[in-house]
């Protein structure tokens, strides 16, 4: 079974209820490709996850921005996997530099919460990618290697994770990693997979690009080998931008025979 495209939208920290809805209703009255060439996840803002569950069209699928590394209790502000659950929502994204960042949240911490969510039944967008200062200095495959060892360290089923290479330096700065860049470290990182999980697991394994994604480049990131996907950030608030990245043929990733 091949690699099914997978385009994620994350909202980010935006919106009101009002412009939620017209976003919903405009992504509800697009016509994308089936669910057999491409899967569609949108990530809004918790407040509105129920209201957009349940008014998002049945063949696309909603995302929690962030969830705790444990069980719920004395933990203020924050939102337990096992709340998600509840939710029926499916899917979370973990790890993106945002956290990592402003939160510092640690590689390892990361790596508990992928497998903590995991055990409770949802599917993870794991976030890994590398600063300018980092790339600048040549470490850019050490430091996603190590991010994505500590999520291998707790995880031994993959089944449900996508990994999403966002390099921070491309992060809403309206720079992009060149088709050649991506590919590389996508490549890299599928012979990662391959060193140190199973053959199995790096054939299958979604590996989708984020940072200043745009509809001038998307074609061309999609049509890299390595490239099943994309997570998209403030692009993803403009629907009409946002149907640019869903494939209208069938890209690489699709079929592998």
Known sequence: MGRKFFVGGNWKCNGTGEEVKKIVSTLNAGEVPSTDVVE????????????????????????????????????????????????????????????????????EFVGDKVAYALSKGLKVIACVGETLE???SGSTMEVVA????????????????????????AIGTGKVATPAQAQEVHSELRNWFQANTSPEVAATIRIIYGGSVSGANCKELAAKPDVDGFLVGGASLKVVIFFLFLPSYFPHGCWLG
Not at 74 to 80: K, P, Y
Not at 86 to 105: F, Q
Not at 146 to 167: F, G
Request: with cysteine; net charge neutral; charged share 20%.
């Open 134 to 136: 980092q790339r600048e």
């Open 146 to 169: 190590a991010q994505t060892r500590a999520i291998a360290d707790k995880v031994s089923n993959w089944a449900n994770v996508v990994l999403a290479y966002e390099p921070v330096w």
């Open 40 to 107: 569609v996840v949108v990530s809004p803002p918790f407040v509105f996850l129920p209201l957009v569950k349940n008014t998002l069209r049945p063949d696309f699928h909603v995302a929690a921005q962030n969830c705790w590394v444990k069980k719920g209790g004395a933990f203020t502000g924050e939102i337990s996997a096992e709340m998600l659950v509840n939710l029926d929502i499916p899917w979370v994204i973990l790890g993106h530099s945002e956290r990592r960042l402003l939160l510092n949240e640690s590689n």
